[in-house]
């Protein structure tokens, strides 16, 4: 994102190209803050609680304010290319053309309704042909190449022993529910989520026609519990080196004698002699299921998953039958009006083409060079703060330092942007969808056995995020988190730093949190730590997940520290970072109030800012089960506690509910 010194300097905007930058510094106003909150107590309610009060969350929404909900308002920009696009007449295969019409085969909902389970039909009737196990994992295999994934998931990245080299890996997959564990909890809340599961079904097979749909939802759902009971927990997933399991084809065919890997390898043009099967237990289970699970009870499995992965593109009843079990598991009331429905999927599956037309229209040509000097500065306040760590040997130092001096920078946009081989015809809604995945699995095909693509991107511009990628040893800051409240052009330099300031440390640090401090600089899976070193390392992220596995939201449910560990690190690290570069501006030199508040506390401020976030509670119960980031307020308040600074900049005392002893405030980087 961005980095230090003088703000109006290394300026990101987020409005037309043509817009001039200004130079005037304006006062940004930390409305709603409530001094019955002691900072010390409960930072994060201190300076959102007025605001989560008066928020009202859409009907049609899960949640509402900053973070992943900024990208509310970033569709509506999206919403505007694309209607005018889809209004015009474009030269075939442009991009123009591909988005436009796209868009509007999807809004095309007459046609879409009138034309019910037809575009399915071939799929069901290919099913219903199937009369052995090899005919079973055919078509799984087939249609595995239009999107359709079931008791496969094959993907190609980054051989982890080899990082310049793309391989085959094979995960865990098979289910339906969100996670393994739904499917064996007894609380109530995820009972009704099971109930909502089976409920939708049963819908999907009386949609097609079939009778005794009950019965049949029964039997797929016993079959993916089945499955379920092999699969790793998401904390288990987290362990880099036990996911790791590359075979021979050959040894892989003798332990599954019912799947017949190198059928289906054929079947998949894939040319390979090993795969990574970073889940070994499920694909064991897999194979036995194939002989003792009868083979109608795998078709009516399949059929179930067919028409699921097809039931938002098809006619309003599967549409509705979706949305009555999403609303269980996420609390959203209503369902969203087609257009936005619709710039989600042409953002989700042609969006690089779509972000042409964004960068083009929204962002500053300019803001590439700014954002990329930004984090070129805090690469040197972490070098520095490495030099500083009182827990590390010279030696890993040295590798440290190696490695954060490696990282590739992508800012804003693709220097080179990815084509869509497709005709999109905007008549043939349905053939579309299936044509973009079919395209997007040769496009990833083509990168088997290859170098990866270090020009790839693994989000669209316009989408408000960022990320570390451990493999390719890369952080990525689209041009949709370039803005309010992350950044302003206007702001000063506290705000700043708080807000886009702390998510560019934030992914810094993800180069150095439990699983991206086990990849080398260039992006192997090595130990580049002396033992000593490592063990402390170990001992401080265990703090971390302890600290944080204490925390809770709905009055009881637990986060889990385990599973947010790496995230938690990184925002820890990620505010000191940050913090630390605005040590080095001017106005940090200055101590004048700004809207009564001192340099510092603006600084804090702007962190609460960026994550004031209000949820649905169903939607927060379930991303505190399966999201390894902490809640937006855990966020806030949990790096604070164990940040010297903030103590001081608000003069938080022993007694306070968040005070911790300095001597317990966990410092990692």
């Known amino acids: 994102m961005k980095r230090f010194f003088?703000?109006?300097?290394?300026?990101?905007?987020?409005?037309?190209?043509?817009?001039?930058?200004?130079?005037?510094?304006?006062?940004?106003?930390?409305?709603?803050?409530?001094?019955?909150?002691?900072?010390?107590?409960?930072?994060?309610?201190?300076?959102?609680?007025?605001?989560?009060?008066?928020?009202?969350?859409?009907?049609?929404?899960?949640?509402?304010?900053?973070?992943?909900?900024?990208?509310?308002?970033?569709?509506?920009?999206?919403?505007?290319?694309l209607q005018e696009v889809s209004e015009q007449e474009h030269p075939k295969g442009s991009v123009e053309q591909q988005v436009?019409?796209?868009?509007?085969?999807?809004?095309?909902?007459?046609?879409?309704?009138?034309?019910?389970?037809?575009?399915?039909?071939?799929?069901?009737?290919?099913?219903?042909?199937?009369?052995?196990?090899?005919?079973?994992?055919?078509f799984v295999a087939m249609q595995i190449q239009y999107g359709d994934y079931s008791m496969f998931a094959p993907y190609i990245s980054p051989d982890q022993k080899n990082s310049e080299m793309n391989i085959l890996h094979l995960a865990q997959t098979g289910i339906g529910l969100p996670d393994r564990d739904y499917y064996f909890i007894e609380a109530e809340s995820i009972q009704q989520i099971q109930d909502a599961y089976k409920t939708y079904l049963a819908r999907l097979f009386e949609l097609v026609g079939d009778t005794d749909a009950k019965a049949k939802a029964e039997i797929v759902y016993n079959i993916e519990k089945q499955l379920a009971e092999s699969h790793k927990t998401r904390i288990e997933r987290r362990d880099v080196k036990a996911n790791y399991n590359k075979m021979s084809i050959e040894d892989l065919d003798q332990k599954h004698s019912n799947i017949n890997w190198a059928n289906i390898l054929s079947l998949l043009s894939i040319k390979t002699d090993s795969i990574d099967v970073a889940q070994p237990a499920y694909y064991e289970t897999l194979d036995k299921m194939l002989s003792t699970v009868s083979l109608d009870d795998w078709k009516l499995y399949l059929k179930a998953n067919s028409i699921g992965s097809h039931d938002n593109i098809l006619s309003k009843p599967f549409q509705?039958?979706?949305?009555?079990?999403?609303?269980?598991?996420?609390?959203?009331?209503?369902?969203?009006?087609?257009?936005?429905?619709?710039?989600?999927?042409?953002?989700?599956?042609?969006?690089?083409?779509l972000g042409q037309l964004y960068v083009k229209r929204y962002f500053n040509e300019d803001a590439k060079k700014r954002a990329l000097d930004l984090v070129n500065n805090f690469q040197k306040v972490l070098e520095k703060r490495i030099d500083n760590l009182d827990w590390m040997s010279d030696s890993t130092k040295i590798k440290a330092k190696e490695k954060l001096f490696a990282i590739n920078k992508k800012i804003g946009y693709p220097d080179v942007w990815r084509s869509y081989d497709v005709s999109i015809d905007r008549n043939q809604f349905f053939e579309n969808v299936v044509a973009l995945r079919k395209n997007d699995y040769q496009y990833q095909l083509k990168q088997l056995n290859q170098p990866p693509n270090k020009d790839e991107w693994g989000t669209t511009p316009s989408t408000v995020t960022a990320y570390y990628n451990p493999s390719l040893n890369e952080i990525v800051f689209p041009a949709g988190i370039l803005q309010a409240p992350y950044f302003d052009l206007y702001a000063d330099d506290a705000v700043n730093y708080g807000g886009i300031g702390m998510v560019i440390g934030h992914e810094f640090t993800h180069a150095f949190d439990d699983q991206?401090?086990?990849?080398?600089?260039?992006?192997?899976?090595?130990?580049?730590?002396?033992?000593?070193?490592?063990?402390?390392?170990?001992?401080?992220?265990?703090?971390?997940?302890?600290?944080?596995?204490?925390?809770?939201?709905?009055?009881?449910?637990?986060?889990?520290?385990?599973?947010?560990?790496?995230?938690?690190?990184?925002?820890?690290?990620?505010?000191?970072?940050?913090?630390?570069?605005?040590?080095?501006?001017?106005?940090?030199?200055?101590?004048?109030?700004?809207?009564?508040?001192?340099?510092?506390?603006?600084?804090?401020?702007?962190?609460?800012?960026?994550?004031?976030?209000?949820?649905?509670?169903?939607?927060?119960?379930?991303?505190?089960?399966?999201?390894?980031?902490?809640?937006?307020?855990?966020?806030?308040?949990?790096?604070?506690?164990?940040?010297?600074?903030?103590?001081?900049?608000?003069?938080?005392?022993?007694?306070?509910s968040n005070y911790r002893e300095e001597d317990k405030r966990i410092k990692i980087w």
């Open 320 to 353: 509705d039958a979706a949305f009555e079990y999403s609303k269980v598991l996420t609390g959203q009331t209503e369902q969203q009006p087609r257009d936005k429905q619709m710039v989600r999927r042409v953002d989700r599956q042609i969006g690089f083409a």
């Open 516 to 656: 991206g401090a086990q990849f080398d600089k260039d992006g192997n899976v090595t130990n580049w730590w002396t033992e000593d070193d490592y063990k402390k390392f170990k001992e401080k992220t265990n703090q971390i997940v302890e600290q944080y596995g204490a925390f809770t939201v709905l009055d009881s449910v637990h986060l889990k520290g385990a599973l947010t560990v790496g995230e938690n690190t990184a925002d820890n690290g990620g505010i000191a970072i940050a913090y630390d570069a605005f040590k080095l501006t001017t106005q940090d030199q200055d101590t004048t109030k700004i809207g009564g508040y001192t340099p510092n506390q603006r600084f804090f401020l702007s962190i609460a800012n960026i994550w004031r976030v209000k949820m649905r509670d169903e939607f927060l119960r379930n991303y505190v089960a399966n999201d390894p980031h902490s809640p937006p307020m855990w966020r806030v308040n949990g790096p604070l506690m164990n940040f010297t600074p903030f103590y001081e900049a608000f003069d938080v005392k022993p007694g306070e």
């Open 100 to 138: 436009g019409d796209f868009f509007a085969s999807g809004m095309d909902t007459t046609t879409i309704n009138e034309r019910g389970i037809k575009p399915i039909k071939p799929i069901l009737k290919r099913i219903a042909a199937i009369d052995n196990v090899e005919t079973l994992t055919e």
């Open 6 to 81: 003088t703000l109006l300097s290394f300026i990101i905007i987020l409005a037309s190209c043509k817009e001039e930058t200004k130079t005037e510094v304006q006062a940004v106003v930390f409305d709603g803050i409530s001094e019955d909150i002691k900072p010390g107590d409960n930072f994060f309610n201190h300076v959102n609680k007025k605001w989560m009060d008066s928020a009202v969350i859409a009907d049609d929404q899960v949640g509402v304010g900053a973070y992943r909900f900024l990208n509310i308002p970033q569709q509506e920009l999206l919403k505007n290319i």
